[in-house]
């Protein structure tokens, strides 16, 4: 009886070393579904992204298709004679080597190694167009290269006081209305558009996916956590003057804050994006 | 720093139970909330106690007029009163030492509380819509209020930190818990703890949707943590007193 008793007694210690919970994050991901499929495919003679390359193209020329590792694909269409590029995105399916594009249309080309290849590209509306043009695989593979979807954002604005608020996605109208009834400038066109998804590829694009499928393309390099990208200039004003993000993993999300300031404004702030892996 | 303090007292004490020739289970109440303790004699001065208390049943005490800012985050737009309910929070072990002078019920008592700082939970209500709007983003954590309410506490770590606290205690007492003689007894004790500096703690939100009690900075919330100081500050101590009811087990 009395072995009993002490047994229960030291028991009623255990609760004790019980409480000291370890802290656990999260952070590993399953490989994207589409890496072996990823990459750049650049028509011959055209640097994505630049307008006097491009304008030296007839509308409707594809500049650049990226295939991300998630199945995610962002076209560069040139959509008048000054040589402005319209991003399209979309999700992309593989039967071998070709590609077919929703709402786009198909590619098909060899995909086995980067170099040139020769690239047949059917437009769901029009007729097919074989392309020379380079073929960039991923050059290498990280966690963070994979199409995350934008689950929330934190704002944090520094201007004559100091807030935070937190956002369900990232909706640019909304944001922009708190910026304004907190006493900070913000442009009143504003599109009615979310930020649904970033992504991250191994060809070192960064691709802002918004909801009405339109996307923006900018150049990054990965240093360890530091994110390093350019910013490209935004006709609603939403530019945030910083070309650094920093890359956090917890509870299996991927937190990307971007520091800066808007401009012409005296505002600063940072911007935090609540990241899930998409697929 | 926390583990290895319970995991060391934990270590120290399971031999000393595992000897004790007697032990007592007590069940307390007082103004270190409702506990449960083992008691054992350590020859014929002196009982080792260890236990665990939580605040219950204690009434609240609300404050109407809390002065807070209009707008949260800056303190220079005005401010609006709301009122501040605060309630005892106390959640947190114990391990005592009684000394017994003369071999009889009087006692002196040393030890000490270890565990969470909380001392007062508090709710500020009616707060401005702003506050359910946005916040003070500490670490990561998001401050705001949640239909006019936000969840704050008074937190005194004593010689712990943050929210992990250290409270030394000191004080006399009335009664023996382990008594050979008789199967139960009573025990009243009266004392103190030390507290340390207290600071005003909140609920926040992590990025990743955590919820946890983060720690307000001074400059954040303008009059209102010099409001708050200005009760905190006289709470350097905190009287403790309870009575307890003890079975021998053995």
């Given at each position: 009886?009395?072995?009993?008793?002490?047994i229960?007694?030291?028991?009623f210690l255990?609760?004790?070393?019980?409480?000291?919970n370890p802290v656990?994050?999260?952070t590993?991901?399953?490989?994207?579904a589409?890496l072996q499929f990823a990459?750049?495919?650049?028509?011959?003679g055209?640097m994505?992204?630049t307008?006097?390359?491009?304008?030296?193209?007839?509308?409707?020329?594809v500049?650049?298709?990226?295939?991300?590792?998630?199945g995610?694909y962002?076209?560069?269409?040139?959509?008048d004679?000054a040589?402005?590029i319209?991003?399209?995105t979309?999700?992309?399916?593989?039967?071998?080597n070709v590609y077919?594009?929703?709402?786009m249309?198909?590619l098909?080309?060899?995909?086995s190694?980067?170099?040139?290849?020769?690239l047949?590209?059917?437009?769901?509306?029009?007729?097919?167009q074989?392309?020379?043009?380079?073929?960039?695989?991923p050059k290498?593979?990280?966690?963070?290269?994979?199409t995350?979807?934008?689950?929330k954002?934190r704002?944090?604005?520094?201007?004559?006081?100091?807030?935070?608020a937190?956002?369900?996605?990232?909706d640019?109208?909304?944001?922009?209305?708190?910026?304004?009834?907190?006493?900070?400038?913000?442009?009143?066109?504003v599109?009615?558009?979310?930020?649904?998804t970033?992504?991250?590829?191994?060809?070192?694009?960064m691709?802002l996916?918004?909801?009405?499928?339109?996307?923006e393309?900018?150049e990054?390099?990965l240093?360890?956590?530091v994110?390093?990208?350019?910013?490209?200039e935004?006709?609603?004003?939403?530019?945030f003057?910083?070309?650094k993000?920093?890359?956090?993993?917890?509870?299996?999300k991927c937190?990307?804050?971007?520091?800066?300031?808007?401009?012409?404004?005296?505002t600063?702030?940072?911007v935090t994006?609540?990241?899930?892996?998409m697929? | 720093?926390?583990?290895?303090?319970?995991?060391?007292?934990?270590?120290?004490?399971?031999?000393?139970?595992?000897a004790?020739?007697h032990m007592?289970?007590?069940?307390?109440?007082?103004?270190d909330?409702?506990?449960?303790?083992?008691?054992?004699?350590?020859g014929q001065?002196?009982?080792?106690?260890?236990?665990?208390?939580?605040?219950?049943?204690?009434?609240?005490y609300?404050?109407?007029?809390?002065?807070?800012?209009?707008?949260?985050?800056?303190?220079?737009?005005?401010?609006?009163?709301v009122p501040?309910?605060?309630?005892?929070?106390?959640n947190?072990?114990?391990?005592l030492?009684?000394?017994h002078?003369?071999?009889?019920?009087?006692?002196?008592?040393?030890?000490?509380?270890?565990?969470?700082?909380?001392l007062?939970?508090?709710?500020?209500s009616?707060?401005?819509?702003d506050?359910?709007?946005?916040?003070?983003?500490v670490d990561?954590?998001?401050?705001?209020a949640?239909?006019?309410?936000?969840?704050?506490?008074?937190?005194?770590?004593g010689?712990?930190?943050?929210?992990?606290a250290?409270?030394?205690y000191?004080?006399?007492?009335?009664?023996?818990?382990?008594?050979?003689?008789?199967?139960?007894?009573?025990?009243?004790?009266?004392?103190?703890q030390?507290l340390?500096?207290?600071?005003?703690?909140?609920?926040?939100?992590?990025l990743?949707?955590?919820?946890?009690?983060?720690?307000?900075?001074?400059?954040a919330?303008?009059?209102?943590?010099?409001?708050?100081?200005?009760?905190?500050r006289?709470?350097?101590?905190?009287p403790?007193?309870?009575?307890?009811?003890y079975?021998?087990?053995?």
């Open positions: 009886m009395k072995t009993i008793l002490r229960l007694t030291l028991s255990l609760p004790l070393l019980l409480s000291c656990s994050n999260d590993d991901f399953d490989d994207p589409f990459g750049r495919l650049t028509p011959k055209v994505p992204g307008k006097a390359s491009s304008s030296l193209l007839p509308v409707g020329s500049t650049s298709i990226e295939l991300t590792e998630s995610l962002a076209i560069g269409i040139v959509t004679e040589g402005t319209d991003y399209r979309g999700k992309y399916s593989v039967t071998d077919t594009l929703y709402s249309g198909t098909a080309f060899n995909n190694v980067s170099g040139q290849v020769s047949i590209y059917t437009p769901l509306f029009g007729e097919t074989q392309i020379p043009a380079e073929f960039l695989k290498s593979t990280n966690k963070a290269f994979r995350w979807m934008v689950e954002t704002l944090t604005v520094r201007g004559w006081t100091v807030v935070s937190d956002f369900k996605g990232c640019l109208a909304e944001i922009a209305e708190f910026l304004r009834n907190n006493g900070n400038k913000a442009p009143e066109d599109p009615n558009l979310s930020v649904s970033i992504t991250l590829t191994g060809t070192e694009t691709i996916g918004y909801s009405d499928n339109s996307a393309l900018n990054f390099s240093n360890g956590n994110l390093t990208y350019t910013w490209a935004r006709p609603d004003g939403f530019t003057i910083s070309d993000a920093v890359i956090e993993y917890r509870d299996g937190l990307l804050t971007i520091d800066g300031y808007i401009r012409d404004s005296t600063s702030g940072s994006f609540v990241l899930s892996p697929d | 720093m926390r583990s290895f303090l319970l995991a060391l007292a934990c270590i120290a004490l399971f031999p000393v139970f595992a004790a020739q007592s289970i007590g069940a307390g109440y007082g103004t909330g409702m506990t449960v303790e083992l008691n054992t004699s350590i001065y002196v009982s080792l106690r260890a236990g665990y208390g939580k605040a219950a049943g204690i009434p609240s609300t404050i109407q007029h809390i002065s807070v800012p209009l707008h949260p985050g800056n303190a220079d737009w005005g401010s609006v009163e501040l309910q605060m309630r005892l929070g106390v947190e072990g114990h391990l030492l009684n000394i002078p003369g071999q009889g019920p009087f006692h002196f008592t040393v030890g000490g509380y270890l565990g969470n700082a909380c007062i939970n508090g709710e500020f009616y707060l401005p819509s506050y359910d709007a946005i916040g003070i983003d990561g954590y998001l401050v705001k949640k239909n006019g309410v936000l969840k704050a506490a008074i937190y005194a770590p010689f712990g930190k943050g929210a992990f250290v409270k030394p000191v004080g006399i007492g009335f009664g023996r818990a382990v008594r050979a003689d008789r199967r139960m007894s009573f025990s009243i004790d009266i004392g103190a030390y340390g500096k207290s600071t005003l703690w909140a609920l926040g939100e992590g990743t949707g955590k919820t946890k009690m983060v720690q307000i900075p001074s400059d919330m303008g009059n209102l943590t010099d409001k708050i100081s200005s009760y905190t006289y709470l350097v101590v905190w403790t007193i309870n009575a307890h009811f079975v021998r087990l053995f």
